[in-house]
């Protein structure tokens, strides 16, 4: 509402209209605008063939700001948000990123509206933003996760929402003496297969964190990028949800 009433000539509510929205912010990137495609995660879907026709295929640059990604409360299981990471990553000229907070979450916007010939998607959750635990936010490098805390007995590789679970839980762990490094993965695709691989090494175990569904998720891609490397840990935890619609 805010952006509305400031920019009322930059702002078009397509109604419930996904597969109209995407095609429609398809027509103004062809033009040279830089559009923002405001879309439920798991209303995203019903313009799955826009998508992949009218704004892939032409490599135009839409934006797609994904709300309602992972799990929605009571607004149920329709609007769950928990496949998008599935459906998006094997789209060509598309890249997906998830913050972990809100100051990443503005980095991530300016980053997405910088000139490109490809699509950007950002998914982020319903939930409260978090308390920002860092002064500042590294620059988004196209496909460069971070670093976030260091450890030796094991890796926490996290997507969005997740990092600060992931801290939490570090912080939790350090208090019996067991140190684990955290990464913030930023990127869903492409992945930072160089620092995924890097962390890993050495290391007994390797779990990824995120809030969507284990089926097609990004620990299936994490563990992809290991195996291809030669680099599988002697284990390896895929924290995500279940195969399943959850209420």
Do not use: W
Not at 147 to 160: N, Q, Y
Not at 201 to 211: F, K, Q, S, W
């Amino acid at each position: 509402i805010a952006f509305e009433n400031k920019y009322p000539d930059r702002f078009y509510d397509t109604g419930i209209t996904e597969q109209h929205a995407v095609a429609f912010a398809s027509g103004l990137a062809s033009e040279g605008l830089r559009p923002v495609a405001a879309i439920y995660s798991t209303f995203l879907q019903r313009g799955y063939d826009q998508v992949v026709h009218d704004v892939c295929i032409q490599k135009n640059h839409v934006v797609f700001a994904m709300d309602r990604a992972g799990v929605v409360g009571p607004d149920g299981e329709t609007h769950n948000g928990v496949f998008d990471i599935a459906f998006l990553r094997p789209i060509p000229n598309l890249m997906l990123l998830a913050p972990k907070d809100a100051p990443e979450l503005e980095a991530m916007l300016a980053f997405a509206l910088s000139p490109r010939d490809e699509a950007v998607a950002i998914r982020y959750p319903r939930e409260s933003v978090p308390e920002p635990r860092f002064e500042s936010t590294a620059p988004i490098e196209t496909g460069k996760g971070e670093v976030l805390r260091e450890g030796k007995d094991g890796v926490m590789i996290a997507l969005g929402a997740m990092t600060y679970r992931c801290l939490e839980a570090a912080d939790r762990l350090a208090e019996r003496g067991v140190e684990v490094r955290v990464v913030n993965a930023r990127f869903a695709k492409p992945l930072d297969c160089e620092l995924i691989v890097a962390s890993a090494a050495g290391r007994p175990v390797v779990m990824t964190a995120e809030d969507h569904t284990h089926v097609g998720g990004f620990g299936e891609a994490v563990l992809a990028c290991l195996a291809a490397a030669g680099a599988l840990p002697a284990r390896f935890v895929q924290a995500a949800l279940p195969d399943a619609f959850l209420e």
